[in-house]
Structures are given as C-alpha cells and as structure tokens.
C-alpha cells in the first residue's frame, strides 16, 4: 500500500516512518478503527494490523503549509529547509501540500485538508501520486481527532495509520532508540514550563532548546526542586511544551547520511525559544568523518 508519511521532521513522524519501514517487534496496532470509544465513536475505518513488512510501503513525505500566505512558510519548530535536508538524507521524495480553508472555522480547514490529500490518491498519469493511506506520528488526541474526522469521507480511497497512537512514553523511546533516532529540541513554550515567574520558565524552555529530544535529559530538566516530574509537561511534548527536529537515524545511517549542526544559538522569539543555529545545518556522509553532532 502506497502510504505517505504526515512529516514535520520531529522525532514521531521519523519513528512512524521506520515502524513502517522497519518493522519493530514491538506488537504494535495501526488504529484505524473509529469505532471504539477511543476515537468518540466515529465511524470511517477499518482496523487493520501490520504483521509484515512491505504491507505499508512509505514513498512519500509530505508536509502541510498554508497556501494563504503572501510571504514564504516559515516554521519556527521545523523550518522547511531543514525538512528538505533530512528527505534528502533519508532518500525519500517529499513535497509541501498548500491548505487553503474552505469555509469558516475548524470544519472550513478539514475540508481544505481534505481536498489536498484527495489530490494524493489521484493516479500519477492525472498528476496524483497514487497515495492508499496516510500516516502520522500522533500519540495522543490533541487536536479533537482532526485528521481521522478529516481524512473518514475519504475512505476506502485514503487510509489513516497511527502506529505510535496511545503509545507509553518509554515504550516510545525504546523505539527511538532502536532506530538509533537522534533528534534535538527545536522549540520549546516557556508558558508550559515550570517555574513560579517567568523568567524561570524561559531558563528551563532555554535548557531545553538545542539539547537531545531524548527522556532521560527531558526528565531531569522540568523536575521540581523536591525532585518530581512536572506532571504538565509530557515527557513526548505532545500537548505542544516542545518540538524536535531528527539529524540522525537507521534510515540516514544505511545511506551513510546525517545532518550536522555546527552552532548551538538559542533566541526567544515571540513567546517561543527557538533553535537558531540552522543555517549552520549541513549534510554530511560518511566520508566527511563528521559524527560530533
């Protein structure tokens, strides 16, 4: 099955695409199936598993950009240009697919989602890419179950996997590690750090920022002075607390490929502190003994 991969460039979609790829022998579950509880009842797929590799068949990473703007995306988490490195390390075509909202409010944007990844299933000859079903690197429902109300009229023609839904947060960097994932945090919300003001916030989003995406780390940083984990801050950074960006992983390493990063800036930008050291990222292979990242 033809099958797109839903990519930012962070640390889930880059696992999504490997248990796709590579399939892990972590009994995992494509829930497609919205028809349990978990998904509030809705209907649109079929629950199907993965059992075997090639069934699901990544040939595609697409990225969602507002196609509204009058000025070029910018994306302070995962900027475009960096996103473009890493589908070149990983070997994969990728493509921006623009979003224009067809009406007003949250259904306005489904609809608009909708009509782009229709596009996707058209045959390649009427300029399509022949896309069976898209996947996505969604752990929880953040987002009211978007993409599955989204993609349900679209059904049988584009299917939704969610191979990290419900996914334990150690489990998850079990996996990251399997594929040998290595991202950093490109991101981070101080307003959903902990602190009593707000400069303590903004000190550990910036101690954050630029260090490895990995649990450990995340862990000790947003613990509390009597040494508890902050219980709002999702140690996936899930709910949005922080973002991630991966320059090196098992799909890179076979091709001898990675990303390197040659500066570690921080800077606070609106109520953000962003990665600002990546016009400093570059490509590197095997040959260029490059490996201090």
Known sequence: MRTAISFTGGKDCVTTLHLLKHPSTYA???????TSSTYHGADGFSTRSLTHEGQFDPVLLVTFVPASSSTPTRFLAHPLDIIEKQ??????????????ADGQGTEGFMKGYRTALSRLTKPISEGGREIEAIATGDIDDVCNNFMA??????????????????IKRPRL?????????YAIISCADPRMMPG????????????????????NRVT????????????????AGERGE??????????????GVGIKVREEKR??????????????????????KIHDV
């Open 28 to 34: 995992w579950r494509l829930p497609n199936s919205l």
């Open 87 to 100: 589908a070149a390390a990983l070997g994969l075509p990728w493509i921006t697919l623009p979003i224009t």
């Open 149 to 166: 109300k989204t993609l349900a009229p679209l059904s049988p023609d584009m299917h939704l996997l969610r191979p990290l839904w419900d």
């Open 173 to 181: 960097y079990e996996l990251m590690r399997e594929y040998d994932i």
């Open 196 to 215: 009593e003001e707000k400069e303590d916030k903004e000190e550990v989003a910036r101690q954050l920022v630029g260090g490895s995406a990995e649990r």
């Open 220 to 235: 000790s940083v947003v613990k509390s002075d009597d040494d508890k984990t902050i219980e709002k801050v999702d140690a």
């Open 242 to 255: 922080w973002h991630s960006m991966v320059l090196r992983c098992k799909m890179m390493n076979d091709r």
């Open 267 to 288: 800077q606070k930008e609106g109520e953000y502190i962003v990665f600002a050291s990546w016009d400093s990222a570059e490509l590197f292979t095997e040959e260029c």
